[in-house]
């Protein structure tokens, strides 16, 4: 025997082995090497000159060489597959070799959007000594269903390398194989063993999608995009894989005998079942039940399927197909809506699809997923050198359910179900259950690039051979994490609770990862309704510490701690809370049962405290999805405080405000509100663009219209809601004094004005309406007066800091009458 060329390719537990490397009298399934190799040769003849075979060959290594974005995190060398098959091309092979080292290229790249097919050998119906390797869990070549395996006829998943377990069959099934059953491999040898021999051969591949090919978008069941989840569909794929062999092995779940019966018994038979890694769920459409003619566009698949389970007391959402109408959207809120104590998301089984998913989730989302983008291939750059191509997923939503979330998930979840999967998972309110999806997280486009014009958003590639297709991606997904880039293609995200079905489920055919979920939210402890006191205070005030305080749900009063987190607006981090539980109810404004803790800001600033709860019977670490804010910087003062407004007159003033805090103040906002009826606001909101620095004032007009109907209300309230970096943080009052037109002898209130407040060294005191101060005194806190000025005789007077030190103090002005205020002097 001639001396193996070994070549190898790192990847799961061994190796990618080529024909070349494995003895010519090995025998696999019905065949010697050595009579595969003829098989292949022989079935489809010569095919085209090796001249175009070579260019073929040339035009897809190369491409991927300068364009494909997937080689972060895949240790195939290149290189090393281009001087391995090239030389072995040139001395001449068939069609169905080249067919299979092209396909075994493909596969090498290891990502769900990538490969390439001849279409004659891709459509070549699979059989008793026809070579062709089907690469995925579930086909059916009589059905262009994309999650049919009728051509096994029962659903395999892998339990362990060792153990591939029967999660469903058609009923009678020739072999009887029933849900609960073991297969083990075939003719005597482990699956494990014998799967990594055919990917050794070099066989041309199928997969469900046969259908579709001309308008390809076949990577719904094609091998994973990482270690574990190529390794999860190879061993799925055993039953996909019988016309190799004799006979099947596997261990009956009634009797635990171990049976051996020929293949033969499947031949020429029609078996249609769903192929999907799920169970039926009581009360819910189990996916792939009917045909779904009415869903065409997606192959027969819906997009997305809802109900309550459980005396409708769990929401639950299988996602199947990825769209931006508004299915998904009405499911999750109508189950948001409704008094369900928690929601399952199901992507166990998900094909991916379009943007715009993402909308639909507007009632879960509510953080932004930031530090993340699509990234390219840099021109002329080396295999990991991308560039940021756009920003991606800052999903937010101001509404959002303070409700636990199962996401259960695994390798049937690729492309958008991979990216969906990743982005609820991060959601504060998720925990997440199965295994790792198939972590193709790339971005891509349908349409065609060639070598001459490319853009690495389309995946379709033509080469100038019609009869091929070839597939993959120039665009690859990156978040930054703690400053580093990291890449999740091949990678994927770790999952909180990696669970996987039994036997004993499979049997009764009962979800046990649904069970587990439903036990999950049923029972997990988390953050309801946190608040805090005095949501605007200044520091070293009378009032104290900012108190932060929150309920929970806690159902099976498990044993909780509480998380607490106090940041800055940018993101810092500031200080932890301690947190303490308040048992007999015995403090004031804190509800017997809640939990509170002291925060005591030492400058101002603005700011937002994250609350979680860490159950420590559930492990779970679950975070209240909204943002309590709070500020310590003063709050802008607005003048005037009083209007007076003729009924059924249009009255325009001037609103000023003025930065009385120690710190700059952006993008602030007024919203107006009145809860009398009969007053028009015709302009509710107003805009200070601008910086507002220290001590600067500004002033727009506002519009106000007081009805003749309010004749009965001479004095209204005005709200005034003050925002700043689009949160509202201070809130104030105008008194619109309703007056009768006509009436001469009317004595407006006069208002009095301090600015800056708090001050640094001087401060104005001011009194409108031209009325004269007699006299200003000011107080310590003791009741001690520490100033005083008499005979002032105008509007207006300058109040130096001189001796007064830092602190707060009490301001009394005397003018048409006696005015107290608080002044701060910093």
Not at 579 to 584: D, G, L, R, S
Not at 729 to 746: A, E, K, P, R
Request: glycine fraction near 8%; hydrophobic fraction near 35%; aromatic fraction near 12%.
């Amino acid at each position: 025997m001639k001396k193996a060329i070994f070549i190898t390719f790192v990847i799961l537990q061994g190796c990618w082995l080529n024909a070349q490397d494995l003895p010519d009298d090995l025998q696999i399934g019905r065949h010697t090497v050595a009579e595969w190799k003829y098989i292949v040769d022989t079935t489809w003849g010569d095919g085209m000159p090796t001249e175009d075979k070579l260019i073929l060959f040339d035009r897809f290594w190369e491409a991927a060489d300068q364009h494909y974005a997937g080689f972060v995190n895949n240790p195939v060398d290149w290189d090393s597959v281009k001087n391995h098959y090239r030389p072995e091309i040139e001395n001449g092979v068939s069609k169905g070799r080249f067919a299979g080292i092209i396909a075994k290229m493909g596969l090498l790249l290891q990502e769900g959007h990538g490969g390439a097919i001849n279409s004659e050998v891709y459509l070549t119906k699979p059989g008793p000594d026809v070579p062709i390797l089907i690469a995925g869990f579930y086909s059916n070549w009589d059905s262009i269903s994309p999650l049919d395996n009728g051509w096994f006829g029962a659903t395999l998943t892998p339990l362990n390398e060792d153990e591939l377990l029967v999660l469903r069959s058609v009923e009678n099934h020739p072999m009887g194989l029933e849900a609960g059953d073991i297969v083990l491999g075939y003719d005597g040898k482990p699956w494990k063993e014998l799967y990594p021999l055919l990917l050794g051969m070099d066989f041309p591949y199928t997969t469900n999608d046969r259908g579709l090919v001309g308008n390809i978008f076949f990577h719904g069941d094609r091998t994973g995009s990482s270690n574990e989840s190529v390794k999860h569909k190879w061993l799925a794929a055993a039953g996909m894989n019988w016309h190799f062999f004799d006979t099947l092995d596997f261990r009956k779940y009634n009797s635990a005998d171990t049976l051996h019966l020929p293949t033969s018994l499947l031949e020429g038979k029609q078996m249609s079942i769903a192929g999907n890694e799920q169970l039926p769920v009581e009360a819910i459409e189990f996916p792939g039940s009917l045909l779904y003619e009415a869903y065409p566009a997606q192959g027969g698949v819906p997009p997305v399927i809802f109900d309550t389970i459980l005396d409708q007391s769990i929401g639950y959402v299988y996602y199947l197909y990825m769209n931006s109408s508004d299915k998904l959207k009405n499911a999750i809120n109508s189950l948001a809506q409704s008094e369900v104590q928690g929601i399952i998301l199901d992507l166990r089984y998900n094909l991916g699809g379009d943007a715009g998913w993402e909308t639909g989730f507007n009632s879960i989302f509510n953080r932004t997923i930031d530090s993340c983008g699509y990234f390219e291939r840099m021109i002329n750059g080396g295999h990991s050198d991308l560039v940021m191509f756009s920003p991606a997923f800052p999903y937010i939503s101001e509404e959002f359910i303070n409700k636990p979330v199962a996401l259960i998930t695994g390798p049937g979840a690729i492309s958008m179900g991979d990216y969906a999967s990743y982005f609820i998972h991060t959601q504060p309110m998720t925990r997440s259950f199965g295994r790792g999806t198939n972590t193709g997280f790339t971005y891509v486009n349908g349409y065609l690039n060639t070598l001459e014009k490319v853009d690495h958003l389309n995946y379709n590639w033509d080469f100038g051979y019609p009869e091929w297709e070839v597939q993959f991606v120039g665009m690859n997904f990156g978040r930054f994490v703690d400053g580093e880039l990291n890449y999740f293609i091949h990678k994927g995200f770790e999952i909180d609770e990696e669970i996987w079905f039994t036997q004993e489920a499979a049997h009764q055919q009962e979800d046990n990862m649904v069970e587990r979920a439903v036990q999950w939210i049923k029972s997990v402890a988390y953050v309801s309704n946190p608040s805090v006191q005095n949501s605007n205070m200044e520091p070293g005030t009378a009032n104290g510490p900012f108190i932060l305080k929150t309920g929970h749900v806690n159902p099976e009063s498990h044993p909780v701690e509480l998380d607490v987190k106090v940041y800055s607006r940018d993101g810092s981090l500031i200080e932890k809370v301690n947190m303490e539980e308040n048992n007999n109810g015995s403090l004031p404004d804190i509800k017997a049962g809640e939990w509170y803790g002291n925060f005591t800001p030492e400058q101002e600033s603005f700011y937002y405290a994250e609350f979680s709860t860490h159950d420590l019977l559930e492990d779970s670490w679950l975070t209240y999805p909204g943002k309590v804010i709070f500020t310590s910087v003063s709050t802008p003062e607005i003048f005037p405080k009083v209007l007076y407004v003729p009924e059924n007159k249009t009255t325009r003033f001037d609103i000023s405000i003025t930065n009385t805090a120690g710190v700059p103040l952006t993008d602030i906002q007024l919203n107006f509100s009145c809860d009398n009826p009969y007053v028009d606001i015709k302009m509710p909101v107003l805009n200070y663009t601008h910086l507002l620095d220290i001590d600067m004032a500004d002033q727009k007009m506002q519009v106000v219209i007081i009805d003749e109907a309010a004749e009965d209300s001479s004095e209204i309230w005005m709200n005034v809601d003050i925002s700043s970096g689009g949160e509202r943080y201070w809130n104030d009052s105008i008194l619109l004094v309703n007056t009768v037109v006509g009436v001469q002898d009317f004595i407006p209130l006069q208002e009095l004005k301090i600015y800056p407040n708090p001050m640094h060294e001087f401060c104005r005191i001011e009194v409108s309406g031209q009325v004269p101060l007699d006299r200003v005194e000011v107080y310590d806190l003791s009741g001690r007066m520490v100033y005083s000025e008499s005979g002032i005789g105008t509007n207006s007077s300058i109040l130096e800091k001189g001796g007064l030190v830092n602190g707060i103090y009490i301001l009394k002005v005397y003018a048409d009458r006696i005015y107290e205020r608080k002044l701060v002097i910093q």
